[in-house]
């Protein structure tokens, strides 16, 4: 019987597989491409390839595509198989150093925020040889970068590179400052914790507000939700462990390291934690994942959902995205160690990613922007839309101190005594934690914790890598000049804490005398909706910052902006026009129907029973009959409304219009509909109820 360890990465042409496939001199060459951004000759890059396709045929691969990330949050491929016709009619399995480096896939179909036009089509996807090739469903799958003919990206994963270049760059710097000279390269590495539901997949397909939008439009709130909170690290019922084996045992041949696993608070909801690893592979692990986490549930007869709200009443769905900085010789800058206040390095990385998080906290605000995660940030079980920090006492009291210039006086750790001989003493965190704090420090990281399940992870950490380097070469251009580097380091850390600690808040997220103090007192911005905050991508600071760093260029960072609009009209959109066509054809049909049957019994009382009233019947018929005008009324309202979207040709103009017409008319619609489903006999109600969805699966 094989062990884990015994094919974990088995699909995924990694170190292992290269140091046994290539001779030295090329794997030599290769490694320092990969480590150090050297570039890559072709022929290195054809003894890769050739190597390459030897191992993915040998694994069962009969075709090649190059994966990518293009700017609709999921990945796209292009197959090609190995097949190349031989002289005698027969075929041959090739694959050259050029169809590794360089593919051409058709760009005019992917969204480009007005780079390309649509008959210019042509567009060109680059290997990245820091993130493995892998195979999956007998396809040999590279991970690739994504640009336009006139090399703009088109992707995810450009800028996130970028911003991880720029990040090492300037911390080197800073490293160097310290007298440090061994480091060669500092990367920022990240464990996505990554939360969904399963729901039966027969019961699924019986709606079409998740077939088609991925979260439910209607539903009332069933007798029971998560008021216990029963389900939450509770006992994983045996079709959800049989999926998360499958699911585990995909993972791990994929070399993604799933780690933790569990039931999240809401009943039907889960989570799957993986190890740390560099950002870059981190993304690529993370849209695998969810990727994987679909196909495996549907051969369990279940269906996976990643939307950030698919019930409503109940918690959504996070990607808590755990953030650090670290150098190739295996040091966290951000951990504190026994004595941070004596820690200059400690203290001013973290200065660096306070001043990061306040100056350019719409940034990271607008980076997790969607439809979806909009219905989630603010709710009980996500941190607000305003965006603060909590460091937690100790490093709060540190930072006090030094504006102060006080003493720091440390408290002794405490030792838990739990009151039971048999039970083990362990010493007490310094800090507790906060769940409801928008980016908090979590020991030796920062855990990030806006973004929405469907997320991919590249967004929040490019702007996240961007703005830290920012901080970092402010802090390099001033030091590097310095007459006197100590005391120009204790002053630098000093103003930071005083220009930025209002970015800082220990306390309870959820409260509103918070929110009210963050806005009103604090000066920090509450960017509620996409629309509010996207908008704020075009301000000049964030521009001139951003190309400062060649993260993006100015054309890329307008076509974001059209993108993310665009796609936030279009989704929602989608769910008005889904939510006319159920409420016309399902809901008001099925009050109908009982209506009929309640006047049908109501006659046959008063024919065999004469003087009954039927009060029962009665007060049925008139609730229903009431709720059925509120909805034909709210459908039309809404129908209207979805029209008048469709004539607004600025992409701005229209999100506003979403924003603030379409979606209080879909509120305005749900809540007959959900009221009538209380009052309809289940027999009649024409798709699952929440009760079934949440509950359903055993």
Known sequence: MSTVSDYFGSLVFDDRVMKATLSADIYQSLKKTID?????????????????????????????????????????????????????????????????????????????????????ARGYTAWDPTSYAFIKDKTLCIPTAFCSYGGEALDKKTPLLRSMEALNKQALRILRLFGNTDVKCVRTSVGPEQEYFLVDKEMFEKRKDLMFTGRTLFGAKPPKGQELDDHYFGVIKPRVAAYMADLNEKLWKLGILAKTEHNEVAPAQHELAPIYSTTNIATDHNQLTMEIMQKVASKHGLVCLLHEKPFAGVNGSGKHNNWSMATDTGINLLTPGETPHENAQFLLFLCAVIKAVDDYQDLLRLSVATAGNDHRLGANEAPPAVVSMFLGDELTAVLDAIEKETAYVGTEKTVMKLGVHVLPKFTRDTTDRNRTSPFAFTGNKFEFRMLGSSNSIACANIMLNAAVAESLKVYADRLEGAEDFETALHEMIRKTIKDHKRIIFNGNGYDDAWIKEATEVRGLSNLRTTPDAMIKLLDKKNIDMLTAHKVMSEVEIHSRYEIMLENYCKTVNIEGLTMVDMARKEILPAIGGYVKELAETLATKNAVVPGVTGKHEKTLIEKLSVLSDEIDTAISELEKALVKYKTIGDVTEAAAMIRDEILPKMAELRVPCDEAETLTAEKYWPFPTYEKLLFGVK
């Open 36 to 120: 150090e951004g050297a570039s890559l000759n072709n022929d290195v890059a054809n003894a890769v390839a050739a190597a390459m396709k030897d191992w993915a045929v040998e694994n069962g691969a009969t075709h090649y595509t190059h994966w990518f990330q293009p700017l609709t949050g999921i990945t796209a491929e292009k197959h090609d198989s190995f097949i190349t016709p031989a002289p005698d009619g027969r075929v041959i399995m090739e694959f050259s150093g050029k169809e590794l480096i360089k593919g051409e896939p058709d760009a005019s179909s992917f969204p480009s925020g007005g780079i390309r036009a649509t008959f210019e």
